[in-house]
């Protein structure tokens, strides 16, 4: 199990934390013939041997670096505007199950190398995976609804203000998960919904207020369910 949180964590780091918007453009203009494409399979594969710490891995991470260019460039070269969301999702659950398959594989060995305490990579990667990576899959689920509305005030705040308040709320739920204070979310949604009347009473939009609606609850139901995820695989090692 914690070789595929590892791989998890290198794979979110690859995919999201470490992948610039200009990579991802370029990749979609040039296809196979980005140079980028190449690089950012190299970092995966990088990125999964030194994770998984131990010599005898790096076959596996040569593997896995092979099989994420090869759902990337399928994806890269089917996927059109429309189709974006779905195969955004399909190349996600795709890499999952390399992963999966991987850490299958590679089960009737041990890692001696633990560069910390187990409990560490499965806390890191809660983190990571609620940070950057969700807000890309909650604005990828909810951007066919979004409002006209929600474009014409953007010049009334702040750059990328929503996208870093989500991160932020998320990390406070989970924290208030992992240290049994369930009370304090409610007060944060309620914090969070006093703020935001004033906004969607004036703007009078019925379709905002289900679209704010909607990514706050996808919002703090993906932390949620991270972070009970999280506590019950800390659990299991004590």
Not at 38 to 64: D, K, M, N, S, T
Not at 196 to 222: N, P, Q
């Amino acid at each position: 199990m914690i070789l595929f949180i590892k791989l998890l964590l290198a794979h979110l780091l690859g995919d999201f934390i470490w992948q610039p918007n200009s990579w991802v453009a370029d990749k979609e203009a040039k296809k196979h013939k980005s140079i980028y494409l190449y690089l950012h399979i190299l970092l995966h594969g990088v990125l999964a041997a030194i994770l998984a710490g131990e010599i005898q891995f790096i076959p596996y991470a040569i593997l896995i670096a092979v099989t994420h260019g090869i759902i990337d460039l399928i994806k890269l070269n089917f996927q059109e505007n429309k189709t974006k969301r779905i195969w955004f999702l399909a190349d996600q659950i795709l890499h999952l199950i390399v992963l999966a398959g991987i850490t299958i594989l590679y089960q009737n060995k041990s890692i001696n190398l633990d560069w910390f305490d187990n409990r560490f990579w499965i806390l890191v990667t809660g983190i990571l995976l609620i940070t950057k990576p969700t807000s890309i899959f909650i604005k990828i689920i909810i951007s066919i609804w979004s409002p006209e509305s929600s474009t014409t005030d953007s010049d009334h705040s702040l750059a990328n203000a929503g996208n870093y308040i989500g991160i932020l709320e998320r990390l406070f739920v989970f924290c208030f998960i992992l240290t049994g204070h369930f009370e304090a979310i409610g007060f944060l949604l309620a914090a969070k919904s006093i703020f935001r009347f004033g906004d969607l009473k004036e703007a009078k939009d019925r379709k905002l207020t289900e679209y704010v609606l909607i990514g706050t609850l996808l919002s703090f139901g993906i932390a949620i369910l991270t972070g009970f995820i999280v506590q019950a695989l800390l659990l299991q090692l004590l």
